[in-house]
C-alpha cells in the first residue's frame, strides 16, 4: 500500500533542491515531505542547504521588535474581559466613524511577511545558481575529458604521419636494401622485414612474433659482413605479435649483410648478446 506522504517515492537532488526553501519554512505539501525527508537523510548539500534556510528564518523571526498595543486596544479588551461597557463623556457628542488606523503591529507583521518572501525567493535563487554552477562544472569536466581524448588522438595521429613519412622516404631511397626475415626454433611463425638504407634510415616490421614474457624485450641487431653485430635498439610487440618501427642507421656502420632479433633481458637489452636469434634474415636472399 503506498504511504499518502510519499516516503516510498525516490526525489532527485534535482527535485529536493527546489523543495528545501519549504521544508525550512514549514510549508512543504504533504505529498513530498517524505520523499523530501528520505533524501535529507541521507543528501548532506541538502542537509546544509535546509540548516542554512533555517538560520535564515530564525534570524528573520528575530528581527522585528516587540511593539506595545494601543491604549484604546487595552481598554476595548479589559472592557470585553470585565463585560462592562465603556461610558461616553456625558457633555462631548459622539464623533463621526473614522477608518480604523493601520497599528504599529499591523505594519510589523506586513514588514516580517515580506522578509520571509524576500528570504524565500533569496535562498531559491541561490539554490538555482548553485545547481546551475554545478551543471556548468559537470559539462566543463566533460569538455575537458574531450579535449584531452582529442589532444591524445591528435597526438597519436602525428606520430603514424611521421611513420607513414619515414617508411615513404626509406622504401622510396635509391640505395635500400630490403632483408626478409624468417622465426627461428619456437617463434616459427614469425615474419618479419628490414629496409636499410644508409643515407635515410631503417625501417623494421614483423609480425607473428610470440608475446614477451614479463621483463623481457626483442632487440634487433645490424650485422656488417664480418664485424661485430651492432644494436639497432630494443621494442615490444603487441597482442597478435606486431611491431613497426624506424630508426637511423648508426653512423659509420657498413650496410648490414645480416640482421638478426634476439630476446634479452629488459628494459634496454644488452651490449652483446649470448642468445640464439628468434628472426633471422640475409641480404640479397
Avoid at 141 to 150: D, E, F, K, N, V
Avoid at 211 to 234: E, H, N, R
Amino acid at each position: 500500500m503506498s504511504r499518502q506522504d510519499g516516503s516510498d517515492r525516490m526525489m532527485t537532488h534535482d527535485a529536493a533542491v527546489e523543495l528545501v526553501a519549504a521544508y525550512a519554512l514549514d510549508v512543504i505539501e504533504v505529498s513530498e515531505r517524505g520523499a523530501f525527508e528520505a533524501h535529507l537523510a541521507v543528501c548532506v548539500a541538502c542537509q546544509r542547504e535546509v540548516a542554512a534556510c533555517r538560520a535564515v528564518t530564525v534570524a528573520i523571526g528575530t528581527s522585528t521588535e516587540p511593539m506595545e498595543p494601543p491604549a484604546a486596544l487595552r481598554a476595548r479588551t479589559l472592557a470585553a474581559a470585565t463585560a462592562q461597557p465603556q461610558r461616553p463623556h456625558a457633555t462631548a457628542p459622539a464623533p463621526p466613524p473614522a477608518a480604523a488606523p493601520v497599528s504599529r503591529t499591523h505594519w510589523g507583521w506586513l514588514a516580517a511577511a515580506a522578509s520571509i518572501v524576500l528570504a524565500i525567493a533569496t535562498m531559491m535563487y541561490a539554490s538555482s545558481l548553485r545547481f546551475d554552477l554545478s551543471q556548468a562544472r559537470a559539462q566543463l569536466s566533460s569538455t575537458s575529458s574531450q579535449i584531452s581524448r582529442l589532444r591524445d588522438e591528435l597526438a597519436d595521429a602525428r606520430m603514424a604521419a611521421a611513420r607513414l613519412i619515414n617508411t615513404v622516404n626509406i622504401m622510396g631511397a635509391p640505395d635500400m636494401i630490403k632483408v626478409g626475415l624468417r622465426g627461428q626454433a619456437d617463434a616459427v611463425t614469425a615474419r618479419g622485414n628490414v629496409y636499410l638504407s644508409a643515407s635515410r634510415g631503417v625501417m623494421f616490421q614483423t609480425e607473428g612474433m610470440p608475446v614477451l614474457p614479463a621483463g623481457k624485450v626483442y632487440q634487433l641487431w645490424l650485422i656488417p659482413k664480418g664485424q661485430t653485430p651492432v644494436s639497432g635498439g630494443v621494442f615490444t610487440v603487441d597482442a597478435s605479435g606486431s611491431v613497426s618501427l624506424s630508426m637511423q642507421m648508426p653512423a659509420g656502420m657498413p650496410m648490414p649483410a645480416v640482421v638478426a632479433v634476439t630476446m634479452e633481458d629488459g628494459p634496454t637489452g644488452v651490449v652483446q648478446s649470448q642468445n640464439q636469434p628468434v628472426m633471422v634474415g640475409t641480404a640479397g636472399q
